[in-house]
T-cell receptor, first 112, second 116 residues
Framework: GNSVTQMEGPVTLSEEAFLTINCTYT??????LFWYVQYPGEGLQLLLK?????DKGSNKGFEATYRKETTSFHLEKGSVQVSDSAVYFC???????????FGRGTSLIVHP | GAVVSQHPSWVICKSGTSVKIECRSL??????MFWYRQFPKQSLMLMAT?????????EQGVEKDKFLINHASLTLSTLTVTSAHPEDSSFYIC????????????FGDGTRLSIL
C-alpha cells in the first residue's frame, strides 16, 4: 500500500537556522508529492508540490525535490523565521487517484 | 486562490446533542469534498468522501450513522455528528476539489469540537 514516513518532532531551531524535515514514501506507480503546513488552530495549507521525478517544488523559501531513487521528498529552508512555527505534513497522491495519504506531521518550533 | 470556508471554527456542547459542521467552497464548484478527523499530534484520518448529489463513501471503521454527511450542492457539504459523546471531541477538517483533472484539494480551517 501507500505510506508516508516523516521524521518525528518536535524540531526546535533558532531563528535563521537551516531546516530539514525528512520525508520518505512508499507507493506504486508515480505519485505526486506534497508538503502541507498547519498553523495552530487552522486547517492545512498547501505549501509546495512536485508531480514527477526530479521536480523541485518551492514556495516561501521552502524547497523539496522529488527523488525517486531514494523515494524521498525532504523539506528544506535556508533560514527559518519564528512565523514558520507550525506542523508540516508530507503527503502523496497516487497517480489516477485524488485521495492523498498523509504522514504523521512534524512540529517545527522556531525560537527568536 | 480557491478558498474553502468551514463553520463553526469552535463548538462546545453537551453530551448527547448533535452538531452540524458546514464546509463551503467559495469560488469554485466542488464536485468532491472530503472530511478528515485529526487527533492531537497525529495526522489526518480520512473519514469519508462525498460527491455532490450522491451518498458519501465512508472509510473503514467510520460509523456512517454517527457521522452524517450531506453534499447537497456543488458548494456545500455538511457533517453532522449525531448524539455526540466526549470521545467524539476532535479537530474536524474538510477539503474540496473541483472538476479539473489533478486539481489539488483545498482545505478548510477546521472545526474544533469539544463535547462535555
Amino acid at each position: 500500500g501507500n505510506s508516508v514516513t516523516q521524521m518525528e518532532g518536535p524540531v526546535t531551531l533558532s531563528e535563521e537556522a537551516f531546516l530539514t524535515i525528512n520525508c520518505t514514501y512508499t507507493a506504486t506507480g508515480y505519485p505526486s508529492l506534497f508538503w502541507y503546513v498547519q498553523y495552530p488552530g487552522e486547517g492545512l495549507q498547501l505549501l509546495l508540490k512536485a508531480t514527477k521525478a526530479d521536480d523541485k517544488g518551492s514556495n516561501k523559501g521552502f524547497e523539496a525535490t522529488y527523488r525517486k531513487e531514494t523515494t524521498s521528498f525532504h523539506l528544506e529552508k535556508g533560514s527559518v523565521q519564528v512565523s514558520d512555527s507550525a506542523v508540516y505534513f508530507c503527503a502523496l497522491r497516487p497517480g489516477g487517484s485524488y485521495i492523498p495519504t498523509f504522514g504523521r506531521g512534524t512540529s517545527l518550533i522556531v525560537h527568536p | 486562490g480557491a478558498v474553502v470556508s468551514q463553520h463553526p471554527s469552535w463548538v462546545i456542547c453537551k453530551s448527547g446533542t448533535s452538531v452540524k459542521i458546514e464546509c463551503r467552497s467559495l469560488d469554485f464548484q466542488a464536485t468532491t469534498m472530503f472530511w478528515y478527523r485529526q487527533f492531537p499530534k497525529q495526522s489526518l484520518m480520512l473519514m469519508a468522501t462525498s460527491n455532490e448529489g450522491s451518498k458519501a463513501t465512508y472509510e473503514q471503521g467510520v460509523e456512517k450513522d454517527k457521522f452524517l454527511i450531506n453534499h447537497a450542492s456543488l458548494t456545500l457539504s455538511t457533517l453532522t455528528v449525531t448524539s455526540a459523546h466526549p470521545e467524539d471531541s476532535s479537530f474536524y477538517i474538510c477539503s474540496a476539489r473541483g472538476t479539473e483533472v489533478n486539481q489539488p484539494q483545498h482545505f478548510g480551517d477546521g472545526t474544533r469540537l469539544s463535547i462535555l
